[in-house]
C-alpha cells in the first residue's frame, strides 16, 4: 500500500489526517454546497442580496415545490427517464452480443471492428452532428424520444462493447472450450455462461451507461424542440435564461438534476467505480 | 476393437505445423496416456479429438462414425480441464448436469445421472455448494463428474492433476485407474509428467514436436525406446548419455571408443548405415550403473562423487568422471547420474570405480535411432 | 432445428449477434462522421439542396480569424487539461489510507464526476458570478472587487476551463485510486527493503506500476479536452464575441444559428482530422501496452 499506512497505534494522527482530507474535500465541494446555500434560501432574501449569509429562514422544501409547480422541471424528468431507461437497456442488450463475439471469435477483421468500435466511441460529437440531425430529421423523427434513443444506444455501444468485450475476454478460454465440449450452442453459451457471468459487469455498465445518456445536453438540444420532449439538462439551462434573478428555484433544480446520477452512484458506488476504471484500465 | 482413430492429422496454426501427419489407433477400454515436453501437441492433438480445433487435413473417427466435421457435443466425447473449467455461477449439481440440460434431457434423468456420478466420486454431500467453497481435490472430481454424467464414449484429460500438489496427485492418480477399471470406457490422457504416463497408462503415445515418436506398454517404451530422445525422456533420474565413436563392426558386436574410458563392446542387432568412425552416442540408465568392479562389465571407469542425495530407501549420486563427459546431464555440468536401489553411505568427494554390463548400454545412430535394443539383445544371449 | 442451421451456427451465430451494434453504430456513428467530410464541399442550408463547393468552405476556414481564435482555445483546453492526471494522483494519494470515514469522504470527492456538464457549467457560472458569486465573496474578504471572469475575453476561456478541470480530475482520481490498489504489495515491500521512500518511492516504485493507469487517464483527459462544448455553451454561449469558442462550438453555431451547414461540416472535417491522429495514437499504445502486460 502506498502511501505508508497511517501508523494504527496513534489515533490521534489518525484523526487530524481525517480532518485535514475532510477541509481539502470542504474546498473541493465548496461549489455545490453554495448551490445548496442558495437552494435554501428564500426569494426575499436573494432579492435583498443576502447569498452568503445562512438562511434565515430554511426554504429547501418550498423552493422545490416551485420547482414542480411553477416550472416545467418535472416534466422534463419523465422525458429524461422515457429516454435514458430504454437507451440503457439496449445498450446492455446490443454490447453483450457485440463484445461477446469479439472477444470469443476469431475471424478476419475481429481487429478492424474492435479498433471502430474504440475510436468512434472517442469521437467528439460535432462531427457527427450534422448528417444524424439531417437523417432524423428525413425520417421524421426530429424532436421525438426515438431520435435520442436512437442516437444514445448506437454511441454508448461504442464504449459500451470495449467494455464487455474485455471483461468477456478475460475469462479463462477453457470454460468456453467445456461449454462447448459439452453440446452448448453459441446462444446457450451465451446465455447459460456469459450472462450469469457477466452481471457484475452489466450492473457497472448499466448505471455508467445511465449517467452518460442522463446527462447529456448536446444531443438534447440538438436533435429536440419542444418542452414535451426536452430531458433534464436543457430544460435546466432554459430554466436559467426564464429565472434569472429567482436563483433560489434554479439552485434548487440544478439539485433536482443532480438527484438520480448521484443516487444512483451512492447506491450502487462499488460498480460504478468498478465500471469505470475497468472499462477504462483494461481497454 | 477400434474405437478412436486418427489419420493422417495435420494441424496448423498459420504458418506453424502444430501437427505432423498424426496416426494413431485406440481400442475400446484403453487407457492411452499422451506424453511429451510442453508445447510438443498434446493438448492440440486432443483438441482436435474433441474437435476444440478444427484440424487442417486428415480423419478423426469415433466408435466406427467419421466425426472429422461434427461439433463437440454430438462426438461423444467427454474432456477434463487442466484448470477443471467449472462454472462459477452454478452448484456442483448443475456443473455436472449442464452437458444434459443442453441437450434438452428431462430433469429427472439430469438429476439420476448426477447422482449417479457423484456416487462414484464420492461428492454427493457437495453436490449444492459453488466451484469456489471447494478444495482443488475436490474441484478435480467435480470436473471428472461432470465428464461421467455425460456417459461419453471417449473421457479426454488434459493434464488434469498438474495443478494439484504432490500428495493429492498421487491420491487421484490411483482413483483415476479405479475409476478406468470401473468405468470400463475409452480415456485418452495428456500428460508432461511421466510418473504418470507410466503408472496409469494401458499404452503410453511419446509426442515431439507434433510428431508420434513411438507407442506402446510403459515398460516396452521403458526398455526398448526407438530413439535418443523417446529414452532421455523417460526415466528419471535421466539416462546418461555419452559421445562413442565406431571403432569396429563385428559379428553383431559394435565396439565404440570413449574419451577417458576404455573400449566397449556393445552388442547390435540394427547395423544398416554404420561406418566405421560413426559420431553415436552410448546411453546408460542411473540405475544400471553399478559402484565396485562387477563381473563382465562391459563399461567402467573412475569417477569421483561430486554430490550425494540420500532419498531413504535410495541413494542418487552425482559423480565426475573427468574426460569422460556426460551430454545435457541434470546440474548442466559432465557428471554422471548413479542410483543405488540401497541407502549408501557415500560421500562428496569419494573416489569410485563405476561399471555397467553390456545387456544395459543403449547405442544410437548420429540420426537418434536406436541401433540396439539390450533387453531383448540380453535375453537373447 | 434444421442441420443447415446446425451445420452454419458456428458462423451464422456470431454474425447475427453482432449484427445489431454493429450496423448501428456503424452507420450513426462512423458512416456520419465520414459523411460531415462529404458534405464539407458543399453549400447547403440544412433544409434546401446541396451545392458543390469544392474547397471553398475551406478557403474561407483557413481566412478566418474566428477558426484560429477556436483553434487557440482548443489548445488552451488540452494544455490546461495536462493538469487534471497530476492532481487526480495527488488526491488519490491523499485518501489512500484505510482510516475509520476515509471510505465515506473519498466517495464525496468523486462527485463532481457524476455531475451533468449543464450541472457544473451552471454551478460555476455562480462561482464567477461578480456581484454575489463565490469568488465575489473571496475577493470581498480581502476587500477587492472580483474581476467579471466570464466577460473578460482575455480570461473567460482559462475561467470556463478551470471548472471544467473539477469533475476531469475527480475522474483521473478514480482512475488513480484502482491503480493504487493494484499496486504489488511485493514490489512495494521489496522498495521499503531497499530504502526508497516519500518521492523516491513514489517516482522508482510506484508511478511505473501506474503507468497503464496513467496511459488511460491521461487519454480520457485528452478526450475530455476536446469534448468541451457543454460548458461553453452554459456558461458563455462562445461570448464575449467568439472568445471563448472552441472548434466544437463554433461548428455548432456555424450549422444551427447561421445555417452554414457546408461550413460547419468543414470545421467538423478540421476535428475529426485531429481526432484521428489522437485515436490512431490512442490504438497503438492500447496494443503495446497489452502485449506488455502479457
Ligand atoms: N491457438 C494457437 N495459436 C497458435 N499457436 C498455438 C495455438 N495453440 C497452440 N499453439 C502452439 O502449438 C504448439 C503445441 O501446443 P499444445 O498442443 O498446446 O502443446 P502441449 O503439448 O504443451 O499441450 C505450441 O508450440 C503452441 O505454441
Ligand atoms: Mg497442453
Same mark, same amino acid.
Given at each position: 500500500?502506498?502511501?505508508?499506512?497511517?501508523?494504527?497505534?496513534?489515533?490521534?494522527?489518525?484523526?487530524?489526517?481525517?480532518?485535514?482530507?475532510?477541509?481539502?474535500?470542504?474546498?473541493?465541494?465548496?461549489?455545490?454546497?453554495?448551490?445548496?446555500?442558495?437552494?435554501?434560501?428564500?426569494?426575499?432574501?436573494?432579492?435583498?442580496?443576502?447569498?452568503?449569509?445562512?438562511?434565515?429562514?430554511?426554504?429547501?422544501?418550498?423552493?422545490?415545490?416551485?420547482?414542480?409547480?411553477?416550472?416545467?422541471?418535472?416534466?422534463?424528468?419523465?422525458?429524461?427517464?422515457?429516454?435514458?431507461?430504454?437507451?440503457?437497456?439496449?445498450?446492455?442488450?446490443?454490447?453483450?452480443?457485440?463484445?461477446?463475439?469479439?472477444?470469443?471469435?476469431?475471424?478476419?477483421?475481429?481487429?478492424?471492428?474492435?479498433?471502430?468500435?474504440?475510436?468512434?466511441?472517442?469521437?467528439?460529437?460535432?462531427?457527427?452532428?450534422?448528417?444524424?440531425?439531417?437523417?432524423?430529421?428525413?425520417?421524421?423523427?426530429?424532436?421525438?424520444?426515438?431520435?435520442?434513443?436512437?442516437?444514445?444506444?448506437?454511441?454508448?455501444?461504442?464504449?459500451?462493447?470495449?467494455?464487455?468485450?474485455?471483461?468477456?475476454?478475460?475469462?479463462?478460454?477453457?470454460?468456453?472450450?467445456?461449454?462447448?465440449?459439452?453440446?452448448?450452442?453459441?446462444?446457450?453459451?451465451?446465455?447459460?455462461?456469459?450472462?450469469?457471468?457477466?452481471?457484475?459487469?452489466?450492473?457497472?455498465?448499466?448505471?455508467?451507461?445511465?449517467?452518460?445518456?442522463?446527462?447529456?445536453?448536446?444531443?438534447?438540444?440538438?436533435?429536440?424542440?419542444?418542452?414535451?420532449?426536452?430531458?433534464?439538462?436543457?430544460?435546466?439551462?432554459?430554466?436559467?435564461?426564464?429565472?434569472?434573478?429567482?436563483?433560489?428555484?434554479?439552485?434548487?433544480?440544478?439539485?433536482?438534476?443532480?438527484?438520480?446520477?448521484?443516487?444512483?452512484?451512492?447506491?450502487?458506488?462499488?460498480?460504478?467505480?468498478?465500471?469505470?476504471?475497468?472499462?477504462?484500465?483494461?481497454? | 476393437?477400434?474405437?478412436?482413430?486418427?489419420?493422417?492429422?495435420?494441424?496448423?496454426?498459420?504458418?506453424?505445423?502444430?501437427?505432423?501427419?498424426?496416426?494413431?489407433?485406440?481400442?475400446?477400454?484403453?487407457?492411452?496416456?499422451?506424453?511429451?515436453?510442453?508445447?510438443?501437441?498434446?493438448?492440440?492433438?486432443?483438441?482436435?479429438?474433441?474437435?476444440?480445433?478444427?484440424?487442417?487435413?486428415?480423419?478423426?473417427?469415433?466408435?466406427?462414425?467419421?466425426?472429422?466435421?461434427?461439433?463437440?457435443?454430438?462426438?461423444?466425447?467427454?474432456?477434463?480441464?487442466?484448470?477443471?473449467?467449472?462454472?462459477?455461477?452454478?452448484?456442483?449439481?448443475?456443473?455436472?448436469?449442464?452437458?444434459?440440460?443442453?441437450?434438452?434431457?428431462?430433469?429427472?434423468?439430469?438429476?439420476?445421472?448426477?447422482?449417479?456420478?457423484?456416487?462414484?466420486?464420492?461428492?454427493?454431500?457437495?453436490?449444492?455448494?459453488?466451484?469456489?467453497?471447494?478444495?482443488?481435490?475436490?474441484?478435480?472430481?467435480?470436473?471428472?463428474?461432470?465428464?461421467?454424467?455425460?456417459?461419453?464414449?471417449?473421457?479426454?484429460?488434459?493434464?488434469?492433476?498438474?495443478?494439484?500438489?504432490?500428495?493429492?496427485?498421487?491420491?487421484?492418480?490411483?482413483?483415476?485407474?479405479?475409476?478406468?477399471?470401473?468405468?470400463?470406457?475409452?480415456?485418452?490422457?495428456?500428460?508432461?509428467?511421466?510418473?504418470?504416463?507410466?503408472?496409469?497408462?494401458?499404452?503410453?503415445?511419446?509426442?515431439?514436436?507434433?510428431?508420434?515418436?513411438?507407442?506402446?506398454?510403459?515398460?516396452?517404451?521403458?526398455?526398448?525406446?526407438?530413439?535418443?530422445?523417446?529414452?532421455?525422456?523417460?526415466?528419471?533420474?535421466?539416462?546418461?548419455? @555419452?559421445?562413442?565413436?565406431?571403432?569396429?563392426?563385428?559379428?553383431?558386436?559394435?565396439?565404440?571408443?570413449?574419451?577417458?574410458?576404455?573400449?566397449?563392446?556393445?552388442?547390435?542387432?540394427?547395423?544398416?548405415?554404420?561406418?566405421?568412425?560413426?559420431?553415436?552416442?552410448?546411453?546408460?540408465?542411473?540405475?544400471?550403473?553399478?559402484?565396485?568392479?562387477?563381473?563382465?562389465?562391459?563399461?567402467?571407469?573412475?569417477?569421483? @562423487?561430486?554430490?550425494?542425495?540420500?532419498?531413504?530407501?535410495?541413494?542418487?549420486?552425482?559423480?565426475?568422471?573427468?574426460?569422460?563427459?556426460?551430454?545435457?546431464?541434470?546440474?548442466?555440468?559432465?557428471?554422471?547420474?548413479?542410483?543405488?536401489?540401497?541407502?549408501?553411505?557415500?560421500?562428496?568427494?569419494?573416489?569410485?570405480?563405476?561399471?555397467?554390463?553390456?545387456?544395459?548400454?543403449?547405442?544410437?545412430?548420429?540420426?537418434?535411432?536406436?541401433?540396439?535394443?539390450?533387453?531383448?539383445?540380453?535375453?537373447?544371449? | 432445428?434444421?442441420?443447415?442451421?446446425?451445420?452454419?451456427?458456428?458462423?451464422?451465430?456470431?454474425?447475427?449477434?453482432?449484427?445489431?451494434?454493429?450496423?448501428?453504430?456503424?452507420?450513426?456513428?462512423?458512416?456520419?462522421?465520414?459523411?460531415?467530410?462529404?458534405?464539407?464541399?458543399?453549400?447547403?442550408?440544412?433544409?434546401?439542396?446541396?451545392?458543390?463547393?469544392?474547397?471553398?468552405?475551406?478557403?474561407?476556414?483557413?481566412?478566418?480569424?474566428?477558426?484560429?481564435?477556436?483553434?487557440?482555445?482548443?489548445?488552451?483546453?488540452?494544455?490546461?487539461?495536462?493538469?487534471?492526471?497530476?492532481?487526480?494522483?495527488?488526491?488519490?494519494?491523499?485518501?489512500?489510507?484505510?482510516?475509520?470515514?476515509?471510505?465515506?469522504?473519498?466517495?464525496?470527492?468523486?462527485?463532481?464526476?457524476?455531475?451533468?456538464?449543464?450541472?457544473?457549467?451552471?454551478?460555476?457560472?455562480?462561482?464567477?458570478?461578480?456581484?454575489?458569486?463565490?469568488?465575489?465573496?473571496?475577493?470581498?474578504?480581502?476587500?477587492?472587487?472580483?474581476?467579471?471572469?466570464?466577460?473578460?475575453?482575455?480570461?473567460?476561456?482559462?475561467?470556463?476551463?478551470?471548472?471544467?478541470?473539477?469533475?476531469?480530475?475527480?475522474?483521473?482520481?478514480?482512475?488513480?485510486?484502482?491503480?493504487?490498489?493494484?499496486?504489488?504489495?511485493?514490489?512495494?515491500?521489496?522498495?521499503?527493503?531497499?530504502?526508497?521512500?516519500?518521492?523516491?518511492?513514489?517516482?522508482?516504485?510506484?508511478?511505473?506500476?501506474?503507468?497503464?493507469?496513467?496511459?488511460?487517464?491521461?487519454?480520457?483527459?485528452?478526450?475530455?479536452?476536446?469534448?468541451?462544448?457543454?460548458?461553453?455553451?452554459?456558461?458563455?454561449?462562445?461570448?464575449?464575441?467568439?472568445?471563448?469558442?472552441?472548434?466544437?462550438?463554433?461548428?455548432?453555431?456555424?450549422?444551427?444559428?447561421?445555417?452554414?451547414?457546408?461550413?460547419?461540416?468543414?470545421?467538423?472535417?478540421?476535428?475529426?482530422?485531429?481526432?484521428?491522429?489522437?485515436?490512431?495514437?490512442?490504438?497503438?499504445?492500447?496494443?503495446?501496452?497489452?502485449?506488455?502486460?502479457?
Amino acid at each position: 500500500m502506498f502511501p505508508r499506512p497511517l501508523p494504527e497505534e496513534k489515533p490521534l494522527q489518525r484523526g487530524l489526517y481525517v480532518g485535514f482530507v475532510a477541509l481539502i474535500l470542504i474546498l473541493w465541494l465548496l461549489p455545490l454546497f453554495a448551490v445548496m446555500l442558495t437552494a435554501s434560501k428564500t426569494a426575499d432574501e436573494i432579492m435583498a442580496g443576502q447569498y452568503w449569509t445562512w438562511p434565515k429562514h430554511f426554504n429547501l422544501i418550498e423552493n422545490f415545490q416551485a420547482v414542480f409547480a411553477q416550472t416545467n422541471m418535472w416534466g422534463y424528468f419523465i422525458n429524461s427517464l422515457i429516454i435514458t431507461l430504454p437507451s440503457v437497456l439496449l445498450v446492455l442488450v446490443f454490447s453483450t452480443l457485440t463484445g461477446y463475439v469479439l472477444a470469443r471469435y476469431n475471424f478476419k477483421g475481429n481487429a478492424l471492428v474492435f479498433a471502430l468500435f474504440v475510436g468512434g466511441n472517442f469521437l467528439p460529437a460535432q462531427i457527427m452532428m450534422i448528417p444524424v440531425r439531417d437523417l432524423m430529421v428525413s425520417v421524421g423523427l426530429y424532436d421525438t424520444y426515438l431520435a435520442l434513443i436512437i442516437f444514445h444506444v448506437a454511441f454508448q455501444t461504442g464504449f459500451a462493447t470495449l467494455f464487455m468485450r474485455n471483461f468477456i475476454a478475460a475469462l479463462p478460454d477453457e470454460l468456453f472450450q467445456a461449454a462447448r465440449a459439452e453440446g452448448a450452442s453459441p446462444w446457450q453459451t451465451l446465455r447459460h455462461v456469459v450472462i450469469p457471468l457477466m452481471r457484475p459487469a452489466l450492473a457497472a455498465l448499466a448505471i455508467l451507461t445511465f449517467t452518460f445518456v442522463w446527462n447529456d445536453y448536446f444531443w438534447a438540444i440538438v436533435l429536440t424542440q419542444s418542452d414535451a420532449v426536452k430531458p433534464v439538462t436543457a430544460g435546466l439551462n432554459n430554466l436559467r435564461g426564464e429565472w434569472t434573478s429567482a436563483w433560489n428555484i434554479v439552485a434548487a433544480a440544478t439539485l433536482f438534476v443532480a438527484v438520480p446520477p448521484v443516487t444512483m452512484f451512492f447506491l450502487m458506488q462499488k460498480h460504478f467505480i468498478a465500471g469505470l476504471t475497468m472499462g477504462a484500465v483494461k481497454g | 476393437m477400434s474405437h478412436v482413430r486418427l489419420i493422417d492429422i495435420d494441424k496448423y496454426y498459420g504458418s506453424y505445423h502444430a501437427l505432423k501427419s498424426v496416426n494413431l489407433t485406440v481400442d475400446k477400454g484403453e487407457f492411452i496416456v499422451m506424453v511429451g515436453p510442453s508445447g510438443c501437441g498434446k493438448s492440440t492433438t486432443l483438441k482436435s479429438i474433441a474437435g476444440l480445433e478444427a484440424i487442417s487435413s486428415g480423419e478423426i473417427w469415433i466408435n466406427g462414425r467419421n466425426v472429422t466435421r461434427e461439433e463437440p457435443g454430438d462426438r461423444g466425447i467427454a474432456m477434463v480441464f487442466q484448470s477443471y473449467a467449472l462454472y462459477p455461477h452454478m452448484t456442483v449439481a448443475e456443473n455436472m448436469g449442464f452437458g444434459l440440460k443442453m441437450a434438452k434431457r428431462p430433469q429427472a434423468e439430469i438429476d439420476v445421472a448426477v447422482k449417479r456420478a457423484a456416487e462414484i466420486l464420492r461428492i454427493t454431500d457437495q453436490l449444492d455448494k459453488r466451484p469456489k467453497e471447494l478444495s482443488g481435490g475436490q474441484r478435480q472430481r467435480v470436473a471428472i463428474g461432470r465428464a461421467i454424467t455425460r456417459s461419453p464414449e471417449v473421457f479426454l484429460f488434459d493434464e488434469p492433476l498438474s495443478n494439484l500438489d504432490a500428495a493429492l496427485r498421487t491420491q487421484m492418480r490411483v482413483e483415476l485407474t479405479t475409476l478406468h477399471q470401473q468405468l470400463g470406457s475409452t480415456m485418452i490422457y495428456v500428460t508432461h509428467d511421466q510418473v504418470e504416463a507410466m503408472t496409469m497408462a494401458s499404452r503410453i503415445v511419446v509426442f515431439n514436436k507434433g510428431v508420434i515418436e513411438q507407442q506402446g506398454a510403459p515398460l516396452e517404451l521403458y526398455h526398448n525406446p526407438v530413439n535418443q530422445f523417446v529414452a532421455g525422456f523417460l526415466g528419471a533420474p535421466r539416462i546418461n548419455f @555419452v559421445a562413442a565413436t565406431l571403432v569396429n563392426l563385428r559379428d553383431g558386436v559394435a565396439e565404440v571408443a570413449l574419451e577417458g574410458a576404455s573400449t566397449v563392446h556393445v552388442p547390435v542387432a540394427d547395423t544398416a548405415g554404420l561406418t566405421n568412425g560413426a559420431k553415436l552416442t552410448l546411453g546408460v540408465r542411473p540405475e544400471a550403473l553399478k559402484i565396485g568392479d562387477v563381473p563382465d562389465a562391459a563399461l567402467s571407469f573412475d569417477a569421483q @562423487v561430486r554430490l550425494v542425495e540420500q532419498l531413504g530407501r535410495e541413494t542418487v549420486l552425482y559423480v565426475d568422471a573427468g574426460p569422460l563427459a556426460a551430454i545435457g546431464s541434470e546440474s548442466g555440468t559432465h557428471n554422471f547420474t548413479v542410483q543405488l536401489g540401497t541407502a549408501a553411505p557415500y560421500a562428496a568427494g569419494q573416489s569410485i570405480k563405476v561399471s555397467a554390463r553390456a545387456a544395459d548400454l543403449y547405442l544410437f545412430a548420429p540420426d537418434g535411432k536406436a541401433v540396439n535394443r539390450p533387453k531383448l539383445i540380453a535375453a537373447s544371449l | 432445428m434444421s442441420e443447415l442451421w446446425k451445420r452454419h451456427r458456428n458462423w451464422l451465430a456470431p454474425l447475427l449477434f453482432i449484427a445489431p451494434g454493429a450496423l448501428l453504430f456503424g452507420t450513426i456513428i462512423i458512416a456520419s462522421s465520414f459523411e460531415s467530410v462529404w458534405i464539407s464541399f458543399f453549400d447547403w442550408d440544412g433544409v434546401g439542396p446541396k451545392t458543390w463547393a469544392g474547397l471553398a468552405n475551406y478557403r474561407e476556414l483557413f481566412a478566418d480569424p474566428q477558426f484560429y481564435v477556436s483553434l487557440k482555445n482548443n489548445v488552451i483546453w488540452l494544455v490546461m487539461f495536462m493538469a487534471a492526471p497530476p492532481l487526480g494522483l495527488a488526491l488519490a494519494l491523499l485518501v489512500n489510507q484505510q482510516v475509520a470515514g476515509m471510505r465515506f469522504l473519498k466517495s464525496l470527492f468523486f462527485i463532481p464526476l457524476v455531475l451533468a456538464t449543464v450541472t457544473v457549467g451552471v454551478v460555476f457560472g455562480w462561482v464567477y458570478d461578480p456581484n454575489y458569486g463565490l469568488l465575489a465573496l473571496i475577493f470581498n474578504l480581502f476587500g477587492a472587487t472580483a474581476p467579471a471572469l466570464l466577460a473578460d475575453e482575455h480570461a473567460v476561456t482559462f475561467a470556463v476551463v478551470v471548472a471544467a478541470l473539477w469533475p476531469q480530475i475527480a475522474f483521473c482520481m478514480v482512475l488513480f485510486l484502482a491503480g493504487l490498489n493494484n499496486l504489488s504489495p511485493d514490489i512495494i515491500g521489496a522498495g521499503r527493503v531497499d530504502g526508497a521512500r516519500g518521492w523516491n518511492m513514489l517516482w522508482h516504485v510506484v508511478l511505473p506500476q501506474l503507468r497503464q493507469v496513467g496511459f488511460i487517464a491521461l487519454a480520457v483527459t485528452v478526450v475530455g479536452a476536446l469534448r468541451s462544448f457543454d460548458m461553453i455553451a452554459v456558461m458563455t454561449s462562445g461570448g464575449p464575441f467568439g472568445s471563448s469558442e472552441v472548434l466544437a462550438y463554433q461548428m455548432y453555431e456555424q450549422s444551427i444559428f447561421s445555417y452554414r451547414f457546408g461550413y460547419g461540416a468543414a470545421i467538423a472535417t478540421v476535428l475529426f482530422a485531429i481526432m484521428i491522429v489522437f485515436i490512431t495514437w490512442y490504438l497503438r499504445m492500447m496494443v503495446r501496452l497489452e502485449k506488455e502486460t502479457r
